[in-house]
Protein backbone atom coordinates (compact mmCIF):
# COMPACT_ATOMS: atom_id res chain seq x y z
CA UNK A 1 0.00 0.00 0.00
CA UNK A 2 2.68 2.18 0.60
CA UNK A 3 4.96 1.56 -1.94
CA UNK A 4 2.19 2.72 -4.76
CA UNK A 5 1.11 5.22 -2.32
CA UNK A 6 4.45 7.06 -1.80
CA UNK A 7 5.26 7.33 -5.60
CA UNK A 8 1.66 8.68 -6.47
CA UNK A 9 1.69 11.21 -3.77
CA UNK A 10 5.55 12.34 -4.57
CA UNK A 11 4.65 12.38 -8.17
CA UNK A 12 1.28 14.75 -7.91
CA UNK A 13 3.94 17.58 -5.06
CA UNK A 14 6.49 17.75 -7.59
CA UNK A 15 4.13 18.36 -10.20
CA UNK A 16 2.63 21.56 -8.04
CA UNK A 17 6.32 21.98 -7.30
CA UNK A 18 6.84 22.27 -10.67
CA UNK A 19 3.61 24.48 -11.93
CA UNK A 20 4.29 26.74 -8.75
CA UNK A 21 7.76 27.35 -8.48
CA UNK A 22 9.15 30.07 -10.84
CA UNK A 23 12.78 28.56 -11.93
CA UNK A 24 14.23 31.63 -13.02
CA UNK A 25 15.35 34.78 -11.37
CA UNK A 26 13.05 37.39 -10.80
CA UNK A 27 13.84 40.58 -12.77
CA UNK A 28 13.24 42.93 -9.83
CA UNK A 29 12.58 42.51 -5.75
CA UNK A 30 9.33 42.85 -4.79
CA UNK A 31 7.74 46.38 -4.08
CA UNK A 32 7.44 46.18 -0.55
CA UNK A 33 11.14 44.71 -0.38
CA UNK A 34 12.33 47.95 -2.36
CA UNK A 35 10.11 50.98 -0.30
CA UNK A 36 12.60 48.82 2.89
CA UNK A 37 15.82 49.36 1.19
CA UNK A 38 15.03 52.31 0.03
CA UNK A 39 14.01 53.77 2.90
CA UNK A 40 15.47 51.47 5.66
CA UNK A 41 18.94 53.76 6.62
CA UNK A 42 16.70 56.83 7.05
CA UNK A 43 13.83 55.46 8.82
CA UNK A 44 16.01 53.47 11.11
CA UNK A 45 19.50 54.10 10.87
CA UNK A 46 20.57 50.46 10.45
CA UNK A 47 23.03 49.34 8.06
CA UNK A 48 21.67 45.92 7.97
CA UNK A 49 18.32 46.26 6.26
CA UNK A 50 17.41 42.44 7.42
CA UNK A 51 17.54 43.79 10.78
CA UNK A 52 15.75 46.45 10.28
CA UNK A 53 12.24 44.16 8.85
CA UNK A 54 12.69 42.04 11.66
CA UNK A 55 13.21 43.94 14.62
CA UNK A 56 11.35 47.28 13.27
CA UNK A 57 9.12 47.13 10.07
CA UNK A 58 7.65 43.56 11.15
CA UNK A 59 8.46 43.38 15.39
CA UNK A 60 5.29 42.00 16.29
CA UNK A 61 6.13 39.30 13.93
CA UNK A 62 9.12 38.83 15.74
CA UNK A 63 7.08 38.94 18.99
CA UNK A 64 5.15 35.82 17.77
CA UNK A 65 8.49 33.97 16.38
CA UNK A 66 9.42 34.45 19.94
CA UNK A 67 6.72 33.20 21.26
CA UNK A 68 6.74 29.91 19.20
CA UNK A 69 10.60 29.71 20.05
CA UNK A 70 9.06 29.67 23.69
CA UNK A 71 6.16 27.66 23.52
CA UNK A 72 8.01 24.93 21.57
CA UNK A 73 11.02 24.68 23.87
CA UNK A 74 8.49 24.89 26.75
CA UNK A 75 6.64 21.74 25.14
CA UNK A 76 10.19 20.14 24.56
CA UNK A 77 11.26 20.82 28.03
CA UNK A 78 7.61 19.37 29.46
CA UNK A 79 7.42 15.96 27.72
CA UNK A 80 11.22 15.92 28.43
CA UNK A 81 11.47 16.35 32.09
CA UNK A 82 8.32 13.45 33.10
CA UNK A 83 10.37 11.36 36.00
CA UNK A 84 11.06 8.00 34.21
CA UNK A 85 14.26 6.44 34.68
CA UNK A 86 15.63 6.27 30.34
CA UNK A 87 19.47 6.34 30.08
CA UNK A 88 20.10 5.69 26.76
CA UNK A 89 23.78 4.82 27.37
CA UNK A 90 26.03 5.22 30.65
CA UNK A 91 28.23 8.22 30.13
CA UNK A 92 31.78 7.98 29.71
CA UNK A 93 33.69 10.85 31.78
CA UNK A 94 35.48 13.05 29.26
CA UNK A 95 39.40 13.37 29.20
CA UNK A 96 41.24 16.01 30.78
CA UNK A 97 41.87 17.48 27.88
CA UNK A 98 38.24 18.15 26.86
CA UNK A 99 37.48 19.56 29.68
CA UNK A 100 39.90 22.26 30.03
CA UNK A 101 39.55 22.90 26.25
CA UNK A 102 36.02 23.49 27.21
CA UNK A 103 36.65 25.65 30.42
CA UNK A 104 39.26 27.62 28.12
CA UNK A 105 36.84 28.24 25.14
CA UNK A 106 33.70 28.97 27.27
CA UNK A 107 34.04 32.36 28.00
CA UNK A 108 35.39 33.30 24.24
CA UNK A 109 32.24 31.76 23.06
CA UNK A 110 29.49 33.24 25.38
CA UNK A 111 31.93 36.63 24.13
CA UNK A 112 31.20 36.55 20.20
CA UNK A 113 27.61 35.35 20.90
CA UNK A 114 27.40 38.47 23.09
CA UNK A 115 29.41 40.46 19.93
CA UNK A 116 26.79 38.90 17.24
CA UNK A 117 24.11 40.05 18.58
CA UNK A 118 25.08 43.53 19.85
CA UNK A 119 26.58 44.09 16.62
CA UNK A 120 22.53 43.04 14.49
CA UNK A 121 22.08 46.31 12.98
CA UNK A 122 25.18 46.73 11.41
CA UNK A 123 26.47 43.30 10.22
CA UNK A 124 24.44 40.05 9.55
CA UNK A 125 24.23 38.33 12.77
CA UNK A 126 21.47 39.16 15.62
CA UNK A 127 19.76 38.15 17.98
CA UNK A 128 18.67 34.74 16.83
CA UNK A 129 21.89 33.98 15.54
CA UNK A 130 23.95 35.26 19.08
CA UNK A 131 21.45 33.82 21.12
CA UNK A 132 22.62 30.06 19.40
CA UNK A 133 26.04 31.05 19.85
CA UNK A 134 25.69 31.57 23.47
CA UNK A 135 23.54 28.04 23.91
CA UNK A 136 26.80 26.47 22.04
CA UNK A 137 29.12 27.44 24.78
CA UNK A 138 26.90 26.03 27.53
CA UNK A 139 26.76 23.15 25.13
CA UNK A 140 30.25 22.91 25.17
CA UNK A 141 30.63 23.09 28.61
CA UNK A 142 27.31 20.07 29.50
CA UNK A 143 29.16 17.99 26.76
CA UNK A 144 32.66 18.14 28.87
CA UNK A 145 31.00 17.93 32.08
CA UNK A 146 27.52 16.00 32.02
CA UNK A 147 26.99 16.67 35.54
CA UNK A 148 27.84 20.40 36.04
CA UNK A 149 24.44 21.75 37.64
CA UNK A 150 22.83 24.58 35.68
CA UNK A 151 21.71 27.85 37.82
CA UNK A 152 18.36 27.33 36.76
CA UNK A 153 16.69 30.26 38.59
CA UNK A 154 19.16 32.36 37.07
CA UNK A 155 18.30 31.42 33.31
CA UNK A 156 14.24 31.21 33.58
CA UNK A 157 14.82 34.69 35.64
CA UNK A 158 16.81 36.06 32.21
CA UNK A 159 14.42 34.42 29.83
CA UNK A 160 11.27 35.90 31.19
CA UNK A 161 12.37 39.28 32.26
CA UNK A 162 13.36 39.57 28.42
CA UNK A 163 10.75 38.38 27.28
CA UNK A 164 8.85 40.92 29.39
CA UNK A 165 11.09 43.72 28.78
CA UNK A 166 10.73 43.49 24.55
CA UNK A 167 6.93 43.81 25.48
CA UNK A 168 7.37 46.83 28.08
CA UNK A 169 9.81 48.53 24.77
CA UNK A 170 6.43 47.74 22.32
CA UNK A 171 4.30 49.51 25.11
CA UNK A 172 6.90 52.50 25.36
CA UNK A 173 6.18 52.87 21.54
CA UNK A 174 2.34 53.12 22.24
CA UNK A 175 2.83 55.43 24.78
CA UNK A 176 5.28 58.20 23.07
CA UNK A 177 4.84 57.26 18.81
CA UNK A 178 1.71 55.95 18.65
CA UNK A 179 2.19 52.82 17.78
CA UNK A 180 4.13 48.97 18.90
CA UNK A 181 7.25 49.38 18.49
CA UNK A 182 7.88 52.28 16.42
CA UNK A 183 11.26 53.41 17.05
CA UNK A 184 10.46 57.10 16.66
CA UNK A 185 11.63 59.58 19.22
CA UNK A 186 12.08 57.09 21.95
CA UNK A 187 16.06 56.54 21.89
CA UNK A 188 18.04 59.19 19.15
CA UNK A 189 18.75 56.74 15.95
CA UNK A 190 23.12 58.13 16.18
CA UNK A 191 25.19 58.31 13.21
CA UNK A 192 24.90 55.44 10.24
CA UNK A 193 26.97 52.47 11.39
CA UNK A 194 27.90 53.65 15.13
CA UNK A 195 27.44 50.55 17.35
CA UNK A 196 25.59 52.81 19.56
CA UNK A 197 22.68 53.99 16.89
CA UNK A 198 19.42 52.82 15.06
CA UNK A 199 17.16 53.50 18.30
CA UNK A 200 15.73 50.57 19.83
CA UNK A 201 16.85 48.16 17.59
CA UNK A 202 19.81 47.30 19.41
CA UNK A 203 18.10 47.44 22.69
CA UNK A 204 15.91 44.81 21.59
CA UNK A 205 18.22 42.18 19.41
CA UNK A 206 19.96 41.98 22.99
CA UNK A 207 16.82 41.33 24.28
CA UNK A 208 16.17 38.91 22.06
CA UNK A 209 19.32 37.43 22.20
CA UNK A 210 19.39 37.05 26.01
CA UNK A 211 15.52 35.02 25.54
CA UNK A 212 17.11 32.82 22.49
CA UNK A 213 20.24 31.83 24.62
CA UNK A 214 18.57 31.36 27.73
CA UNK A 215 15.61 29.46 26.21
CA UNK A 216 18.01 26.93 24.32
CA UNK A 217 20.33 26.84 26.79
CA UNK A 218 17.65 25.42 29.56
CA UNK A 219 16.59 22.99 26.22
CA UNK A 220 19.74 21.71 25.91
CA UNK A 221 20.09 21.02 29.44
CA UNK A 222 17.21 19.01 29.66
CA UNK A 223 17.77 16.88 26.88
CA UNK A 224 21.29 16.13 28.32
CA UNK A 225 19.26 15.17 31.79
CA UNK A 226 15.79 13.39 30.21
CA UNK A 227 14.77 10.72 32.72
CA UNK A 228 17.96 11.26 35.44
CA UNK A 229 15.87 12.74 38.31
CA UNK A 230 15.73 9.52 39.62
CA UNK A 231 19.52 8.44 39.17
CA UNK A 232 18.39 4.75 37.94
CA UNK A 233 18.89 2.45 34.99
CA UNK A 234 15.64 2.10 32.79
CA UNK B 1 24.79 27.26 -19.35
CA UNK B 2 22.54 26.75 -16.62
CA UNK B 3 21.38 29.99 -14.62
CA UNK B 4 22.12 29.61 -10.96
CA UNK B 5 18.82 29.94 -9.64
CA UNK B 6 17.66 27.49 -11.29
CA UNK B 7 19.78 25.19 -9.74
CA UNK B 8 19.31 26.63 -6.82
CA UNK B 9 15.64 25.92 -6.94
CA UNK B 10 16.13 22.49 -8.46
CA UNK B 11 18.09 21.26 -5.42
CA UNK B 12 15.22 22.86 -2.81
CA UNK B 13 12.28 21.11 -4.40
CA UNK B 14 14.30 18.02 -4.69
CA UNK B 15 15.35 18.26 -0.97
CA UNK B 16 11.56 18.72 -0.46
CA UNK B 17 10.79 15.64 -2.46
CA UNK B 18 13.56 13.86 -1.04
CA UNK B 19 12.30 14.69 2.23
CA UNK B 20 8.86 13.82 2.03
CA UNK B 21 9.67 10.19 0.88
CA UNK B 22 11.41 9.61 3.79
CA UNK B 23 8.31 10.66 5.63
CA UNK B 24 6.25 8.08 3.93
CA UNK B 25 8.71 5.34 3.08
CA UNK B 26 11.17 5.23 6.58
CA UNK B 27 9.61 3.01 9.68
CA UNK B 28 12.57 4.76 12.00
CA UNK B 29 11.21 7.25 13.45
CA UNK B 30 14.78 9.37 13.53
CA UNK B 31 14.96 8.85 10.00
CA UNK B 32 11.36 10.21 9.47
CA UNK B 33 12.67 13.57 11.74
CA UNK B 34 15.36 14.09 9.28
CA UNK B 35 12.93 14.04 6.52
CA UNK B 36 11.13 17.02 8.43
CA UNK B 37 14.37 18.76 8.29
CA UNK B 38 14.86 18.15 5.09
CA UNK B 39 11.66 19.54 4.08
CA UNK B 40 11.82 22.68 6.05
CA UNK B 41 15.59 23.22 4.49
CA UNK B 42 14.55 22.36 0.81
CA UNK B 43 11.49 25.34 2.05
CA UNK B 44 13.92 27.92 3.32
CA UNK B 45 15.95 27.12 -0.10
CA UNK B 46 13.10 27.82 -2.19
CA UNK B 47 12.09 31.39 0.01
CA UNK B 48 15.58 32.46 -0.36
CA UNK B 49 15.73 32.14 -4.05
CA UNK B 50 12.49 34.07 -4.91
CA UNK B 51 14.10 37.41 -3.55
CA UNK B 52 17.42 36.24 -4.97
CA UNK B 53 19.04 37.98 -8.31
CA UNK B 54 22.21 36.79 -9.68
CA UNK B 55 24.94 39.87 -9.03
CA UNK B 56 23.20 41.96 -6.57
CA UNK B 57 24.58 41.61 -2.43
CA UNK B 58 22.89 41.24 0.80
CA UNK B 59 21.07 44.10 1.72
CA UNK B 60 23.34 45.64 4.25
CA UNK B 61 24.12 48.86 3.66
CA UNK B 62 27.50 50.46 2.90
CA UNK B 63 27.44 53.42 1.10
CA UNK B 64 28.84 55.73 4.12
CA UNK B 65 27.22 59.18 2.38
CA UNK B 66 23.93 57.34 1.12
CA UNK B 67 21.75 59.86 4.11
CA UNK B 68 23.27 63.04 1.77
CA UNK B 69 23.11 62.08 -1.55
CA UNK B 70 19.78 62.04 -3.22
CA UNK B 71 21.88 59.94 -6.30
CA UNK B 72 23.22 57.45 -4.57
CA UNK B 73 19.90 56.38 -2.81
CA UNK B 74 17.91 56.05 -5.44
CA UNK B 75 20.38 53.60 -7.20
CA UNK B 76 20.39 51.65 -3.88
CA UNK B 77 17.38 49.64 -4.63
CA UNK B 78 19.56 48.09 -7.67
CA UNK B 79 22.53 46.86 -5.83
CA UNK B 80 20.69 44.23 -2.98
CA UNK B 81 18.68 41.14 -3.23
CA UNK B 82 14.87 41.41 -1.45
CA UNK B 83 15.24 42.05 2.42
CA UNK B 84 11.83 40.40 2.92
CA UNK B 85 12.48 36.59 2.18
CA UNK B 86 15.95 36.99 3.99
CA UNK B 87 13.76 38.07 7.22
CA UNK B 88 11.15 35.44 6.36
CA UNK B 89 13.30 32.68 5.90
CA UNK B 90 15.66 33.65 9.56
CA UNK B 91 11.92 33.59 11.33
CA UNK B 92 10.99 29.94 9.99
CA UNK B 93 14.94 29.20 10.69
CA UNK B 94 14.41 29.46 14.11
CA UNK B 95 10.74 28.04 14.61
CA UNK B 96 12.17 24.67 12.34
CA UNK B 97 14.37 24.66 15.25
CA UNK B 98 12.10 24.76 17.86
CA UNK B 99 9.92 21.97 16.62
CA UNK B 100 12.27 19.85 15.81
CA UNK B 101 13.78 20.07 19.69
CA UNK B 102 9.51 19.01 20.21
CA UNK B 103 9.80 16.20 17.82
CA UNK B 104 13.02 14.67 19.33
CA UNK B 105 11.61 15.45 22.97
CA UNK B 106 8.33 13.10 21.27
CA UNK B 107 11.19 10.76 20.23
CA UNK B 108 13.10 10.32 22.90
CA UNK B 109 9.65 9.64 25.06
CA UNK B 110 7.95 7.35 23.03
CA UNK B 111 11.35 5.07 22.70
CA UNK B 112 11.35 5.26 26.91
CA UNK B 113 7.65 3.76 26.64
CA UNK B 114 7.75 1.39 23.70
CA UNK B 115 11.49 0.36 23.92
CA UNK B 116 11.81 0.89 19.92
CA UNK B 117 11.61 3.58 17.21
CA UNK B 118 10.15 0.96 14.75
CA UNK B 119 6.23 2.97 13.60
CA UNK B 120 5.48 0.02 12.42
CA UNK B 121 5.88 -1.72 16.26
CA UNK B 122 3.99 0.99 18.04
CA UNK B 123 0.72 -1.48 17.73
CA UNK B 124 -1.46 0.99 19.83
CA UNK B 125 -1.74 3.44 16.67
CA UNK B 126 -2.81 0.64 15.06
CA UNK B 127 -7.26 0.56 13.79
Redesign the interface.
Known amino acids: M ?1 QI ?2 PI ?2 LL ?2 AV ?2 QA ?6 A ?3 E ?3 R ?3 F ?3 DNRA ?4 T ?3 VNY ?1 GL ?2 LG ?1 VS ?2 F ?3 T ?3 F ?2 R ?1 R ?1 G ?1 I ?1 ATPTPSSELVATGARLLFGPILLFGAYIFAHGHL ?2 G ?1 G ?1 QGG ?1 IVASSVLLLLLADRDRAMAHNALGWIESMSGFLYVVVGMVGIAIAGSFLSNKGILPLGL ?2 DLFSAGLIPVIYVLVGLK ?1 GSE ?1 AT ?1 IDA ?1 MH ?2 EKEGTQ ?1 | MIEPTTLYTLTGALLILIGFAAIMLKRNLIKMMLGFVMVEAGVHLLIICFGFIPGRTAPIINTPDLLTDPALMSAVPQQFVDPVVQAIVLTAIVIAVGVTALMLAYVVRLYGVHKTLDVGRYVSLKW
Open positions: RLTVLLGLWVPFTAPDISIGRFVEGVAANIVSVIRDTEVLLSVGAIVLRELLTPGFAWNVLLMSGA
